[in-house]
């Protein structure tokens, strides 16, 4: 990834420093006490610059989307640093925290929960317009107008509601949501998933499109890193509550270095029987473990084939494996690139 | 209608499947003309996307469409018998104990209330008489057999206590544990995340070389069938589109919705910088089938003759079938796809 200079000199439009979330696990009905807590996000820091996609990738229960969700401020993190735009919003409140909200706008997964089914779609898109008091008749309509081409959409698509669609375009609708206040970071929570082959393509494209248009800066949250693949600049893996591994795009699937970046891409199934067949895989024995206790030092190590005592004893922290200006750090005391996506055969 | 020939015996034979439910206006055709053939110690994949019939092709074998569907065929062939004949008595003493079903997920079809080994055990005893606690044992034994460590300390847990990845074990478990001839697999692994799947996958693959069972797995993920299967059958709109080994229909489809549903799918080796490759507009409605073939108002190559006459499905060498009227041309695949 080429970096325009001129951005170095201004601070990352987000970055969050160091930042923790534990969930409190009560017992009893009326005056819970607490008896343990979740480490959902442990200490992750990470930076993402104007007109840049970071993907944020990792199974179920790694800490992504809550990290996605302490962003946003709808919930608060236990420790840490969230700026934007240099400016700490951790701790944002009223008007202050509603004028950054209008800059950090998210799309869900599911897009069938995420629109209201009694509105149609004018109501819709009015709703963030109301919200953050700049709703005016025309201009509002025009400026809905020009997002819903943005989309894929037609004016005539104002008039309907949710259940007429499917479910791309439900997509492309919460899509349209999103922009319509002009943002500058747009959190994609699992965009694609809910979709069908054929339909994730689509929305795929529209936002590589949307992101060159609108020079607007994605944290894409996946679990599928051939989707991370197509519209990210930088990728980071997270693993039980840390970033692990973190990297630009091609070098990240290329040379991962983490043996769980490797494993995770050893696992994903290769549409090609020849390929996949003659592939070497990492299998990963088990299950990652609760985040309730997590394992000491590194969270990986009870998984991790190349675990020693030192991996049960000493915890390691991301750090620089930067040789060629990738952006290369990870978090393993044993990190050595290991190819394991073999070459596209046809 | 087309047969699939095979080496072997036929475990299960469909011939001209077709479902259809009462809607609002007219008949919604969900299964059109489906037929194929399951074989022993093979993985038969449907793959297709949602509304494409694959689940309620499933289904019909095991008599599970509730009203108003209704199931229509020229035959379905459980080992030679015909399961439409069957009472329902009849019919659920091979259900769940000759053909078993795993579902995406677990949780929900797990019993949150009850034991995860009595819930196995009970699977059993519904189909054979046997005590309790040989039941319970059995059970105990077929979870260790789907590799759940220390499946005897288990004993008491209950699903909520099972991760995901070991839910789906467990199911797996409690369909084997009647040592089922068939194994229908409704995206099992859809739910899971990427390093589990891998493990279920490898145990689905075990399960088909150490027990002779036919698996008939249903996915909608390309990468999940070259992974696994042995043949695979694209569906679209309730009809067989493309079917084939996979050797075959991986290296030389033929169907344009095979392609376009290959083309789709972004894979980890494939140019990043180039945009994928989508089928236009939206898949197509039961409610409300196109004239003529039904993918024409996708297809990329359409003719005059896709818009008006629905297209048979063509034997093109012994095992490969597709649908579509230029499959038969001589430079049809080499003119629009290149290469061999």
Known sequence: MSTDPSLLSEPPLLEVRDLSKNFAIEKGMLFGKEVDTVSAVNGVSFAIRRGESLGLVGESGCGKSTTARMILRLIDSTSGQILFRGEDITNSKGSELKRIRQEIQIVFQDPFSTLNPRMRVDSILSQPFKIHGSYERDATRKRILDVLEMVGLSPEHLERFPHEFSGGQRQRIGIARALCLSPSLLILDEPVSALDVSIQAQIINLLRDLKEQLDISYLFIAHDLSVVRHVSDRVAVMYLGNIVETANRNELFQRPMHPYSQALLSAIPLPNPREQRERKRIALEGDPPSPVNPPEACRFNPRCWKATEECRTVTPFLESKDESGENHRVACHYAAPAAVIPESTG | ?340
């Open chain 2, 1 to 340: 209608m087309e047969e699939m020939s095979g080496p072997h015996h036929a475990l299960l034979s469909v011939r001209d499947l077709n479902v259809s439910f009462a809607a609002d206006r007219g008949h919604a055709s969900a299964v059109d003309g489906v037929s194929f053939d399951l074989y022993e110690n093979e993985i038969l994949s449907i793959v297709g996307e949602s509304g494409s019939g694959k689940s309620v092709t499933a289904l019909s074998i095991l008599g599970l469409v509730d009203s108003p569907g209704k199931v229509d065929a020229e035959a379905i062939l459980f080992d030679g018998q015909d399961l439409r004949s069957l009472s329902e008595r009849q019919l659920r003493s091979i259900r769940g104990k000759e053909i078993a079903m795993i579902f995406q997920d677990p949780m929900t079809a797990l019993n949150p209330l009850f034991k995860v080994v009595s819930q196995i055990a009970e699977a059993l005893q519904t189909h054979s008489d046997v005590s309790k606690s040989d039941a319970i044992d059995a059970a105990i034994d077929s979870l260790s057999s789907v590799g759940i460590p220390n499946a005897r300390q288990r004993v008491d847990d209950y699903p909520h206590q099972f991760s995901g990845g070991m839910r789906q074990r467990a199911m797996i478990a409690m369909a084997m544990i009647t040592e089922p001839r068939i194994l229908i697999a409704d995206e099992p692994t859809t739910a899971l995340d990427v390093t589990i799947q891998a493990q279920i996958l490898d145990l689905l693959k075990e399960i088909v070389d150490t027990r002779s069972t036919a698996v008939l797995l249903i996915t909608h993920d390309l990468g999940v069938v070259a992974s696994v299967a042995d043949r695979v059958m694209v569906m679209y709109a309730g009809q067989i589109h493309e079917s084939g080994p996979i050797e075959e229909l991986f290296d030389r489809p033929v169907g344009p919705y095979t392609w376009g549903l290959m083309d789709s799918a972004p894979r980890l080796n494939a140019d990043v910088n180039l945009r994928l490759s989508q089928i236009a507009g939206q898949p197509a409605s039961i409610h409300n089938l196109p004239t003529g073939c039904r993918f024409h108002p996708r297809c990329p190559y359409i003719e005059e003759i896709c818009r008006s006459v629905e297209p048979e499905l063509v034997v093109l060498t012994e095992n490969h079938l597709a649908r579509c009227h230029f499959v038969a041309r001589k430079d049809w695949r080499q003119s629009r796809r290149g290469g061999s």
